[in-house]
């Protein structure tokens, strides 16, 4: 889990500025013929974001294939770590059979939808060792674009305060300025025996994570000036 954590603030390039500035898809350097054969719609290749002083203006992620909108490739998602850690993680999820964000029409809605998320590390935990959702938004923090190889996260503010998915509690996330990582993962909700389940969850698992650096943050001074 120490990749989650590792960061690189990288100088402005071209490439990046053409990633921020254009539509969902992603430039052609990022889908090369070699680079798609060898990657999936869970490799990020590319991960952008313009920042501004309340909120995470724009994020960016490109991948390596289509990304299925339709609910048939399971549960998984894609998110944004900042220096917050894991304690303040923003996320946008597929899945069906569970009703846990204002924005879903109903459990069947397998629509992408945004989420705040805090998660804790149980390795010891039989029902679900390594990462776990704690915390977890039903408000819908910022909005996203999903289209063919690109993510896009729009107005996703640091601080948010929302209700708990599944306790009903009110809960609270401070992320920062500072993206880190952008991550991809699946997920997998299991009962008190460790076994899937949509209708007895006792945890929400996160798992086949993967994580690269984001490759430029661009303040949004900077951006708009340009």
């Given at each position: 889990m120490k990749k989650l954590f590792l960061g690189v603030i990288t100088a402005?390039?071209?490439a990046s500025i053409l990633v921020?500035?254009?539509?969902?898809?992603?430039?052609a350097d990022s889908h090369s013929s070699d680079a798609m054969k060898s990657t999936t719609f869970m490799d990020i290749l590319n991960a952008v974001v313009v920042t501004d002083s309340s909120e995470l203006?724009?994020?960016?992620?490109?991948?390596?294939?289509m990304i299925p909108t339709d609910g048939a490739n399971g549960a998984f998602g894609f998110g944004v770590i900042t220096g917050a850690g894991l304690?303040?993680?923003?996320?946008?999820?597929?899945?069906?059979?569970?009703?846990?964000?204002?924005?879903?029409?109903?459990?069947?809605?397998?629509?992408f939808h945004n989420h705040y998320?805090?998660?804790?590390?149980?390795?010891?935990d039989p029902t679900c060792p390594g990462l776990q959702v704690r915390d977890i938004s039903f408000q819908e923090p910022g909005d996203v674009h999903v289209s063919d190889y690109g993510i896009v996260f729009e107005d996703t503010p640091y601080y948010f305060g929302a209700t708990h998915s599944l306790s009903g509690k009110h809960i609270s996330f401070n992320a920062d300025d500072m993206p880190r990582a952008?991550?991809?993962?699946?997920?997998?909700?299991?009962?008190p025996n460790g076994k899937t389940s949509v209708t007895d969850i006792a945890a929400v698992c996160i798992n086949d994570v993967k994580s690269v650096d984001i490759n430029d943050v661009v303040p949004s001074s900077y951006w708009e000036g340009n």
């Open positions: 402005l390039s071209i921020i500035g254009g539509a969902t898809n992603v430039t203006e724009n994020i960016r992620l490109s991948v390596g294939q304690e303040a993680i923003i996320v946008t999820t597929t899945h069906a059979g569970v009703y846990d964000s204002i924005a879903q029409t109903d459990a069947n809605d397998a629509s998320v805090a998660l804790h590390d149980l390795k010891d952008a991550v991809s993962f699946t997920i997998n909700p299991v009962d």
